[in-house]
T-cell receptor, first 113, second 112 residues
Framework: ETGVTQTPRHLVMGMTNKKSLKCEQH?????MYWYKQSAKKPLELMFV???????ENNSVPSRFSPECPNSSHLFLHLHTLQPEDSALYLC????????????FGNGTRLTVT | GEDVEQSLFLSVREGDSSVINCTYT??????LYWYKQEPGAGLQLLTY?????DMKQDQRLTVLLNKKDKHLSLRIADTQTGDSAIYFC????????????FGGGTRLMVKP
């Protein structure tokens, strides 16, 4: 079983839908992350959680709402998205926020229509 | 803020060496990383180098760091078609713990 698992792999949603992305890590790590990967742009860090507490929020619009119920699970709740939010959303984990390296999941390819 | 730059594209023939270059601006970088992303997959850590090192070798991979010029390179010896992927350089500043800054990625194409 891979260390970081993301579901679904692909998601198509309309602008009025509400959906959630899920991430689960089986590595015993204490920190989890959401990254956004868009075409022609560098990877953008969205959120960082350490021991289920949010420690970083890089000016992400409120239509993205993270949730970390425990150190193994991370969600990204989506509502009223825009077409420009279409991207690959990558989850990652690390032992601690101050310790690298990051272990990435395979991502969720999101298309907003 | 920090900036990490990479060339967009590199094409080599199978069996040749590939050299992927990266420049960064933050002089307080602690660790510098190379990640590989294959189509449809997330990022896989290939190797990393601590800022007090000049070189690190791991099988076919050689990382060179020129801290004065803030230049990092990844050399892949005997490049194979399976090495075709996007390679991301990333750096972690001293004061930001694990908050990596990624480059835009270099797409490596290996021709048979």
């Amino acid at each position: 079983e891979t260390g970081v698992t993301q579901t679904p792999r692909h998601l198509v949603m309309g602008m009025t839908n509400k959906k959630s992305l899920k991430c689960e890590q089986h590595l015993g790590h204490n920190a989890m992350y959401w990254y956004k990967q868009s075409a022609k742009k560098p990877l953008e860090l969205m959120f960082v959680y350490s021991l289920e507490e949010r420690v970083e929020n890089n000016s992400v619009p409120s239509r993205f709402s993270p949730e970390c119920p425990n150190s193994s699970h991370l969600f990204l709740h989506l509502h009223t998205l825009q077409p420009e939010d279409s991207a690959l959303y990558l989850c990652a984990s690390s032992q601690h926020p101050g310790e690298s390296p990051l272990h990435f999941g395979n991502g969720t390819r999101l298309t907003v229509t | 803020g920090e900036d990490v730059e990479q060339s967009l594209f590199l094409s080599v023939r199978e069996g040749d060496s590939s050299v992927i270059n990266c420049t960064y601006t933050d002089s307080s970088s602690t660790y510098l990383y190379w990640y590989k992303q294959e189509p449809g997959a997330g990022l896989q850590l290939l190797t990393y180098i601590f800022s007090n090192m000049d070189m690190k070798q791991d099988q076919r991979l050689t990382v060179l760091l020129n801290k004065k010029d803030k230049h990092l390179s990844l050399r892949i010896a005997d490049t194979q078609t399976g090495d075709s992927a996007i390679y991301f350089c990333a750096e972690s500043p001293n004061n930001a713990g694990n908050m990596l800054t990624f480059g835009g990625g270099t797409r490596l194409m290996v021709k048979p």
